[in-house]
């Protein structure tokens, strides 16, 4: 790609500045729940911010998106921030079309 002037060396700098839960059956990567932390946000407090949450098709109505959800508030718990859920709307094209 040409004509992109940004960096993705926040993502990897120490801390980082986004994480991903990666929910995995055996070696097959079935879902992911990507987030970061805000500062500040609700009541000037951190908060964890769920940036996306996918489980592939054929996982899905199985708990993986319960046991992501359920890990991202166990590290907010850890981690002391309020939580904050994001949804996003994709096109079935979109979805579709994904390799995940």
């Known amino acids: 790609m040409t004509g992109c002037g940004r960096s ?9 500045a986004a994480y ?3 929910a995995r059956d055996g070696v ?3 879902g992911i729940a990507a987030y970061s932390f ?23 109505h199985r708990g993986v ?3 992501l ?7 907010a ?4 921030p309020r939580t904050i859920l994001r ?4 096109p079935r094209s979109v979805v579709a079309s994904a390799q995940l």
């Open 8 to 16: 993705m060396t926040p993502v990897f700098s120490s801390p980082p």
């Open 20 to 22: 991903a839960l990666l």
């Open 28 to 30: 097959r990567l079935v």
């Open 38 to 60: 805000l500062w500040p946000a609700v009541g000037m407090t951190p908060s964890l911010y769920l940036k996306e949450l996918y489980v592939g098709a054929a996982h899905r």
């Open 65 to 67: 998106a319960r046991l």
């Open 69 to 75: 959800m359920q890990a991202l508030f166990e590290i």
């Open 77 to 80: 718990d850890r981690s002391g």
């Open 87 to 90: 949804a996003w709307v994709i």
